[in-house]
Nanobody, 120 residues
Framework: QVQVVESGGGLVQAGGSLRLSCAAS????????MGWYRQAPGKQRELVAV???????NYADFVKGRFTISRDNAKTTVYLQMNSLKSEDTAVYYC??????????????WGQGTQITVSS
């Protein structure tokens, strides 16, 4: 079984910063893509940023220049540094981890989500 746990959410004023962390643990052979998604009330879940095992990144247009994704492969942890936060960034942020539990067993696991509220 694979566990994914996020931390670092909370309330922040517009223009402020927050850093999210996500740790994957359990029966893991290797990790591939790790990323962050978000879901605002009444909206569908959307991609925020992802990072591959080699460090390649992809960002949603609405966070480019403000958010930075990084990972620590040794700690199986992914981070999301969020700067210049806006009220429209308010959402539940979810961590997603893709990898392998064995040479023939892939997994795609989600965290429970962490609330980010940006006050204007």
């Amino acid at each position: 079984q694979v566990q994914v746990v996020e931390s670092g959410g909370g309330l922040v004023q517009a223009g402020g910063s927050l850093r999210l962390s996500c740790a994957a643990s359990g029966s893991i052979l290797s990790l591939n893509v790790m990323g962050w998604y978000r879901q605002a009330p009444g909206k569908q879940r959307e991609l925020v940023a992802v990072i591959t095992s080699s460090g390649s990144t992809n960002y949603a247009d609405f966070v480019k220049g403000r958010f930075t994704i990084s990972r620590d492969n040794a700690k199986t942890t992914v981070y999301l540094q969020m700067n210049s936060l806006k009220s429209e960034d308010t959402a539940v942020y979810y961590c997603n981890v893709k990898g392998r539990r064995s040479t023939w067993w892939e997994f795609d696991a989600w965290g429970q989500g962490t609330q980010i509220t940006v006050s204007s």
